[in-house]
């Protein structure tokens, strides 16, 4: 397969910050910046909020991207099988945005461009809806192939117990299942639809993976993924006629593969349509790194095991260009306590090891959440990221 080469314009490994600016904080004078390697230094811009509702949000957001010497945007225009856009597979999004003509992801490129900044469209992978109320667009996938769909037409992903949603909430996410073709296929398209129509630096997957919630009997282990469909489609694939249980290695490999070639076909079509594209993924950094002994290996891990997501493969094929972990941990939590599980600020660490050391000649950029932290920690989080 032929391999991305890493663009001189962005990226190594450094900070992904959420929400504010670190750049200026961290001692670094300009002229040391610019004299070391390439920095992706950006925001995480969530559609739930304030940002790109409007034009003026847009140029707030990227005036505020300057002030913080941020060089890129990572801007949520996917949310629940809907874009912020105007020209994608998905149908545009019915939330209190401005009118049409009026397109945020257009408006968001025209401004960031002009101002030296890069912009990354993000889009979640499997979530379809997170409603009781469905969508006003007939064309919506979860109006499509939601719950009101039987056979081929549903693609819903399923847990082993028959439920069909993340929890009992109104306003809890019904997601696609990744082993259904068709699904699968859907998922593909958002993202080079994306692509082909704007003029974007990247995109940028986000819950490429199972969902999480598994049941009691398997608390290590992904009790999703049992749309009837794709049940078929394992059935075919192995031979077997019965219902695996979640624990299953055959089944948890077979699942774990369907999010694998999506991150496949989402790299090879992208390149074909945009070769300079970079594609990236906000990756799962649950607990203590493979390397703990309380694993012992990525295998073990619970980004491989419980939510079935193997980017430490996809760095080695190289299907990703840049990996962003999530690696959101509390800089204070140094043992069990109030408001802390288990040694966080050593779960910080290792998972920034286990990253840099399997970039596979790609690259990595560490995601802090500094919601979860003080300034000073922060700091201190970021200066390790870049360290």
């Known amino acids: 397969m032929r391999i991305r080469q890493p663009r001189r314009r962005v990226v190594t490994p450094t900070v992904m910050a959420i929400a504010v600016a670190l750049s200026g904080l961290l001692g670094i004078p300009d002229q040391a910046r610019a004299e070391g390697p390439p920095q992706f230094r950006a925001y995480w811009v969530d559609a739930f909020g304030e940002g790109i509702y409007t034009r003026a949000e847009v140029e707030e957001l990227v005036a505020a991207a300057v002030a913080g010497n941020f060089n890129a945007l990572v801007v949520q225009v996917g949310r629940r099988g809907d874009c912020f856009c105007n020209r994608a597979s998905m149908p545009r999004t019915q939330a209190a945005i401005t009118p049409l003509p009026y397109d945020?992801?257009?408006?968001?490129?025209?401004?960031?461009?002009?101002?030296?900044?890069?912009?990354?469209?993000?889009?979640?992978?499997?979530?379809?809806?997170?409603?009781?109320?469905?969508?006003?667009?007939?064309?919506h996938a979860f109006n499509q192939h939601g719950p009101a769909k039987t056979g081929?037409?549903?693609?819903?992903?399923?847990?082993?117990?028959?439920?069909?949603r993340e929890s009992?909430?109104?306003?809890?996410?019904?997601?696609?299942?990744?082993?259904?073709?068709?699904?699968a296929d859907y998922i593909v398209e958002m993202y080079t639809s994306v692509a082909r129509n704007y003029d974007i630096d990247g995109l940028n997957f986000d819950r490429v993976r199972y969902p999480d919630l598994t049941l009691p009997?398997?608390?290590?282990?992904?009790?999703?993924?049992?749309?009837p469909v794709a049940l078929e489609r394992f059935h075919a694939a192995t031979g077997r006629t019965d219902k695996p249980?979640?624990?299953?290695?055959?089944?948890?490999?077979?699942?774990?593969?369907q999010i694998t070639n999506i991150v496949r076909r989402v790299y090879i079509e992208t390149f074909a349509i945009k070769p300079e594209l970079r594609i990236s993924a906000d990756t799962i950094t649950y607990e203590y790194g493979p390397q703990n002994p309380k694993w012992g290996s990525w295998e073990n891990a619970r980004p491989y095991r419980e939510v079935l997501q193997d980017w430490r493969a996809w760095?080695?094929?190289?299907?990703?260009?840049?990996?962003?972990?999530?690696?959101?941990?509390?800089?204070?939590?140094?043992?069990?306590?109030?408001?802390?599980?288990?040694?966080?600020?050593?779960?910080?660490?290792?998972?920034?090891?286990?990253?840099?050391?399997?970039?596979?000649?790609r690259q990595v950029a560490i995601g802090s959440a500094v919601y979860l932290n003080t300034i000073t920690n922060s700091v201190i989080q970021a200066r390790e990221a870049l360290a």
Not at 157 to 163: K, L, N, S, T, V
Request: proline share 7%.
């Open 104 to 139: 945020p992801l257009d408006t968001l490129i025209e401004v960031a461009h002009a101002a030296g900044i890069e912009v990354h469209a993000w889009i979640i992978t499997t979530a379809m809806w997170n409603s009781s109320t469905a969508p006003l667009d007939p064309s």
């Open 152 to 164: 081929y037409d549903n693609w819903l992903g399923a847990r082993y117990d028959g439920f069909l």
């Open 168 to 183: 009992a909430s109104a306003s809890a996410n019904w997601f696609f299942d990744p082993g259904h073709p068709a699904a």
């Open 217 to 227: 009997a398997w608390p290590r282990d992904n009790a999703w993924g049992y749309n």
């Open 245 to 257: 249980l979640p624990d299953d290695p055959q089944w948890s490999q077979w699942r774990r593969d």
């Open 315 to 361: 760095m080695e094929e190289g299907i990703l260009d840049l990996n962003i972990p999530m690696n959101y941990k509390r800089e204070h939590c140094t043992a069990d306590g109030p408001g802390c599980f288990g040694n966080q600020e050593l779960m910080y660490t290792e998972w920034n090891e286990y990253a840099k050391d399997h970039q596979y000649d």
